[in-house]
């Protein structure tokens, strides 16, 4: 199988301070990872697609420099949400794909992040 | 347009019902498909790539037609346990259609 984990499952915080959600392939090497957003009872938005080693591409209307995407290796991908303000608040869940099934993503279990 | 369209539901059926749910894309071309399936308050998971020939998968058969550009998903013989929410994604961008609630009910 393809396992992805995500930590923290889940965080509440204070406006105004940043949060790490990290993602990790847990066995096998992910060429891509996505970070995708969810707000209750809509779909997934792509927020950001990132390729280790190199930068993110993020989709329009997503503030690159709020969400901070860093891909050190092919197994962990982070998302930082800095500032976070309320409208934050929502169910980021990133998506990895594997070499050579480049298709096929596998979901983390989510983080859903709640700024008082 | 949006580029992944569903039909919204929600599809309320008995045990043992078919249902189908179609999905339509706008980007022609698209060259890869997915159906998964998303329970509450949970991350998605794949329930099958979607090939141009069709293919099943037990009592799921997934279907494509690329001249309408569509896909859809039929379940047979559905069971409770099918309850959930089924989102077509469309490769390339990996677009996802914003789901298509299913309650199965006894």
């Known amino acids: 199988g393809a396992v992805v984990s995500q930590h923290p499952s889940r965080v509440i915080c204070k406006s105004g301070t940043s949060v790490k959600i990290e993602c990790r392939s847990l066995?096998?090497?992910?060429?891509?990872m996505f970070w995708y957003r969810q707000f209750p009872k809509k779909s997934l938005m792509l927020m950001a697609t990132s390729n280790e080693g190199s930068k993110a591409t993020y989709e329009q209307g997503v503030e690159k420099d709020k969400f901070l995407i860093n891909h050190a290796s092919l197994t962990l991908s982070t998302l930082t949400v800095t500032s976070a303000h309320p409208e934050d608040s929502s169910f980021y869940i990133c998506?990895?794909?594997?070499?050579?099934?480049?298709?096929?993503?596998?979901f983390g279990p989510g983080t859903r992040l709640l700024v008082l | 347009r949006k580029e992944v369209e569903q039909d919204p539901g929600p599809f309320n059926v008995p045990e043992g019902a078919t249902v189908a749910f179609n999905c339509t894309y706008s980007?022609?071309?698209?060259?890869?498909f997915f159906w998964y399936r998303q329970d509450c308050r949970k991350e998605p998971k794949l329930l099958m790539s979607?090939?141009?020939s069709g293919n099943e998968d037990g009592r799921f058969t997934a279907q494509l037609n690329r001249a309408s550009q569509y896909i859809s998903l039929l379940i047979r013989d559905s069971k409770l346990s099918d309850s959930a929410t089924y989102l077509c994604?469309?490769?390339?961008?990996?677009?996802f259609g914003a789901g298509t609630r299913l309650t199965v009910k006894p």
């Open positions: 980007n022609s071309a698209s060259q890869s």
């Open positions: 979607v090939y141009s």
């Open positions: 066995d096998f090497q992910a060429t891509t």
């Open positions: 998506s990895a794909t594997r070499q050579g099934a480049q298709e096929t993503q596998y």
């Open positions: 994604v469309v490769g390339g961008r990996m677009r």
